[in-house]
């Protein structure tokens, strides 16, 4: 049981409330059948599940009812989401259980007043004559909850007329909340930028095969896919389906990225965990997590917020502080995989920083048992520059390329998108890049014509895009090259005022994002990206 007595909810205080009460349908057969001892147990840990449930969604008051339980929330919104969240997640757990548990549920909403360990006043009576009215999956409320939560229409009820509540002076007028249509967790399920919905997705099926059986062999152990590919190819598109499939699986789908310079420490792992602490909270009450994670408080400060309230433990020395940090994320995703199995979608390997790096490799330390896939997406690194760490990480990792789209997948990708235009041509000036492929096609949807499109100005964006990933020495050599078109290896370097060992990383750098060219006489060149070269060659 929990009380928050706070000034609003002392005892003797009147307040208005949503009052949510659940039961378990056909307790007494579930008891005979397992014994009471794994009857006890089974109830007990559904008992933890329900009130993790409604306490992440903002219940301020839980309260056990033997098979069931009862909370109060401050508004019906709350109480309605929450009871949403309580039918997936049994919908969840009922997926992997051998025992399939069926809950009820009812709501009631009014003026309660609080006691030392309980609340009370009609909305209890209310909603306790409901419930047993209810049937199994049932989530039945008063017409005023519906009408309290009507402002925010996200919910869908079904009228069910009056009907008789034992004890109640009049019959009430009940609604049905239609909780299976209610997308939630497949909504928190995926950050916005791996939920980027562009063009219809076409091919790779090849690669969606290998990737499915990759999921599904990660139910049993843990693994490392590395997606390969050039800029703009498809790989965080191809990810964004992967993820999309494992949600179907029921896996936990965790993601973040790594950006060049880096935001800030551990970044892809900070920006997955934080995301995952503010959408659901729930899941990770349910995994266990508590103190031993707090030093992840430092990556990914929702973890102090409500209801998980962790705290960032005392500062020690730094090398300590390291290994700690690195353990806590360990045991996150352990604690996490012992509820379902877990994606950990790392998009942008190529610009993970060593801590992130050494971070990647303590997760994947032993995962052999651990219900895991990490699918990782990077595009080409040159072997000289790559650090050790990214070495060792990817050393055992299965490497699925993802290469540029022939000429069926762009015919597929203008017929999907209801463009006109010549699938061959579009195939010859963009290279199969997908990401050109879907600039073009958005031209030709926007009354374009195929033959009179030059550069797209999305095009130009791309190469400003990659040009702001440059050192700032590879940057002036490309602005100066865009200008002069074709220089030799000696103006260039003069012009740019370099010594010689960073005049040639300049030079190799800007060849590696495809936006210059070294001809066999030494001069250099200004790759355009469309034209006969593809773009990231
Ligand atoms: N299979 C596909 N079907 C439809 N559209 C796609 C497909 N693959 C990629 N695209 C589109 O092409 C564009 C570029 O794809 P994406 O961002 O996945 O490339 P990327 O390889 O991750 O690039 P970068 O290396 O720059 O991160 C996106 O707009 C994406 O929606
Ligand atoms: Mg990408």
Redesign the pocket.
Known sequence: MTALHDRAHEPGTLTTATILFTDVVSSTALRIRLGEERANVVFRRLYELLRSVVTASGSSFTKSLGDGLMAVFDSATAGLDAIIAVQQAVADENERAQEKISIRAALAAGDVCWGHDDVSGLPTVEAARLVAVAEGGQVLCTDLVRRLAQGRSRHEFKDLGRLPGKGLREPMHTYELHWQSADHHLGAGLAPWLD?R???????EEQLRTLDAELAAAEFGGNLVLLQ??????????ASEVARRALKRQFTVLAGRCTDPARKAYEPIAGAVERLARTSPALLLRAGIDQQCGQLVRLAPSLAAPPLSLEVPPATEPVSERYHLLAAARTLIERLATVRPVLLIV??LQWATLESLQMLNALMWDADALPLLVLA?S?PVPVESAMPELHKLTADARVVP?PAFGPDEVSH?LTEARAAGDAAVLHRITGGN??L??EVIRELTAGKDLDALAVPDSVTRMVLARLSQLHPDARDLVNLLAVGERMSSAELRQGLGLDEARFVAAVEEAMGAGLVTMLDNGSCHFSRPAGTARPGR
């Open positions: 980027e562009g063009l219809p997705f076409v091919g790779r590919g050039e800029p703009g190819v498809g790989k965080t598109r191809l998009d942008d997406m595009r993802v990708a997908a990401f492929i879907s």
